[in-house]
């Protein structure tokens, strides 16, 4: 399996409302419930209405389309890295995960992955 390190720093985030948020950019997660909006996209076009926010998060992608049928991916991934005393934040999309961690921790991610297997991009 092949997994992508995207270039940009990213920043996950609370925000009051979609208004402010750049639709345009190539990556945008956003989560609702009913006591939170959040955001994850890249920290140069963190919405100015913001209320909360941390910075400093560099990005995998698992390449590919994954199948629903597949079992396991993401805790396989996410396992290794806590192995090695890394915390995740993950967001999944209908075609594939994405694995945060922080960038400090990049370094030790990138090596911990290839270790195990992983192609890493």
């Known amino acids: 399996m092949v997994i992508k390190v995207l270039s940009p720093v990213f920043s996950v985030c609370k925000i009051p409302d979609l208004s402010m948020?750049?639709?345009?950019?190539?990556?945008?997660?956003i989560?609702?419930?009913e006591e939170e909006l959040?955001?994850?996209?890249?920290?140069n076009y963190i919405p100015s209405n913001y209320t909360d926010r941390e910075d400093n998060w560099r990005v995998f992608k698992?390449?590919?389309q994954l199948d629903f049928s597949l079992i396991g991916i993401l805790?396989?991934?996410?396992?290794?890295?806590a192995d090695n005393k890394i915390g995740v934040f993950a967001v999944s999309t209908y075609n594939t995960?994405?694995?945060?961690v922080k960038e400090e921790n990049?370094?030790?991610a990138t090596k911990s992955l290839a270790e195990a297997g992983y192609g890493i991009v």
Not at 21 to 29: E, G, I, S
């Open 62 to 64: 698992i390449q590919g």
């Open 21 to 29: 948020v750049n639709m345009r950019d190539d990556y945008v997660f």
């Open 38 to 43: 959040s955001l994850v996209c890249d920290t």
């Open 106 to 108: 990049l370094s030790l």
């Open 97 to 100: 995960d994405y694995i945060l």
């Open 75 to 81: 805790s396989k991934i996410t396992k290794i890295l």
């Open 31 to 33: 989560g609702k419930t």
